[in-house]
């Protein structure tokens, strides 16, 4: 069993900058692909950012690109996703989630665990 905790939202003026942070505890951090998802308000939930379980390959939505970076510190079991430029329709909860699999993939479905998610406001 994996337990991911985020933190690091809150509310940030439109052009600012948050550092999402996900902690996982239970197995070794590096034993899976990482990734970012987010549900706006009336809407359904979809992918941000991955990583792979070295860090060598990231996949960003294209909303986010050139915006949000993804990192990992496998030493530390934290996954981070920094935003940078962010925009009204940021605003969403933001949920950190583990994969058992080798490949980086953007499909919701083929991620084993989840955090709690934190929310992110963008006031325009």
């Known amino acids: 069993q994996v337990q991911l905790v985020e933190s690091g939202g809150g509310l940030v003026q439109a052009g600012g900058s948050l550092r999402l942070s996900c902690a996982a505890s239970?197995?070794?951090?590096?034993?899976?692909?990482m990734g970012w998802f987010r549900q706006a308000p009336g809407k359904e939930r979809e992918f941000v950012a991955a990583?792979?379980?070295?860090?060598?390959?990231?996949v960003y939505a294209d909303s986010v690109k050139g915006r949000f970076s993804i990192s990992r510190d496998n030493a530390k079991n934290t996954v981070h996703l920094q935003m940078n430029s962010l925009k009204f329709e940021d605003t969403a909860v933001y949920y950190c989630a583990a994969r058992l699999g080798v490949t980086v993939s953007q499909d919701q479905q083929l991620y084993d665990y989840w955090g709690q998610g934190v929310r992110v406001t963008v006031s325009s």
């Open positions: 239970g197995r070794p951090d590096s034993t899976y692909v």
């Open positions: 990583i792979s379980r070295f860090g060598g390959t990231t």
